[in-house]
């Protein structure tokens, strides 16, 4: 299974921006790079994938390394509500089938 | 739009007994997975059926865990007979579609399963 590297943790500020970092030298071309996250008590919930371009949505913003190897999740003003434990994932193709293999994790703490 | 349902949220029984658990995924959804949390751990896939039909069940250990999802809609996951290490939360999710391209996997809230 690809695997992706991710801190432990990370600390941050309300209203301040973060950036979380994830490594995946494995990465193969049709690889999608996808970020979940968990609110505690709470099942994941999606929050933004990309293949090869940096990709904007409502919750937060994806950069991706040109040679594809990194990536970094981007939330642009933190708030309380988003401490949680953020998964970068990479999804493959198994026979056609989507599969996501969660590892451990970013635990982010956001500060008042 | 209603999301992912899971009952019960929580269960507690004692090694050896049986347990199933309940999903009913978003209308429409054609994929559906079960995922099992241990503490600390992130989510690991025990199986994935697509309509009514088994895509990958590698990882659930068909000794003590089957699954089923009749009609292509509603799924039940059961453990028989269960182990102390079973205790975990079980997660459902669904997904439009599995097949041939990226696409969001929504999730239950999870039950959160105590063998003791």
């Known amino acids: 299974d690809a695997k992706t590297t991710q801190p432990n943790s990370m600390e941050s500020n309300e209203e301040e921006p973060v950036h979380l970092p994830c490594n995946h030298s494995?990465?193969?071309?049709?690889?999608?790079i996808h970020w979940y996250r968990q609110l505690p008590s709470q099942g994941p919930e999606y929050v933004i994938h990309g293949l090869t371009s940096n990709v904007n949505n409502r919750m937060a913003s994806l950069a991706i390394a040109e040679d594809r190897k990194s990536s970094t999740l981007i939330l642009h003003r933190a708030t309380l509500r988003d401490a949680a434990v953020y998964y970068c994932i990479l999804r493959r193709l198994i026979q056609g089938a989507q599969k996501l293999v969660f590892g451990q994790g970013t635990r982010l703490t956001i500060n008042p | 739009e209603a999301g992912v349902a899971q009952s019960p949220r929580y269960k507690i029984i004692e090694k050896r007994q049986s347990v199933a658990f309940w999903c009913n995924p978003i209308s429409g959804h054609a994929t559906l997975y079960w995922y099992q949390q241990i503490l600390g751990q992130g989510p690991k896939l025990l199986i994935q059926?697509?309509?009514?039909?088994?895509?990958?069940d590698s990882q659930l250990p068909k000794d003590r865990f089957s699954a089923e999802r009749l009609k292509g809609v509603d799924s039940t996951l059961k453990i028989q007979p269960a182990k102390l290490e079973d205790s975990a939360v079980y997660l459902c999710?669904?997904?439009?579609?599995?097949?041939?391209?990226?696409?969001?996997?929504?999730f239950g809230p999870g039950t959160r399963l105590t063998v003791t």
């Open positions: 059926f697509q309509n009514n039909g088994v895509v990958d």
């Open positions: 494995t990465i193969s071309g049709t690889d999608y």
């Open positions: 999710a669904s997904s439009p579609r599995g097949f041939g391209g990226t696409y969001e996997q929504y």
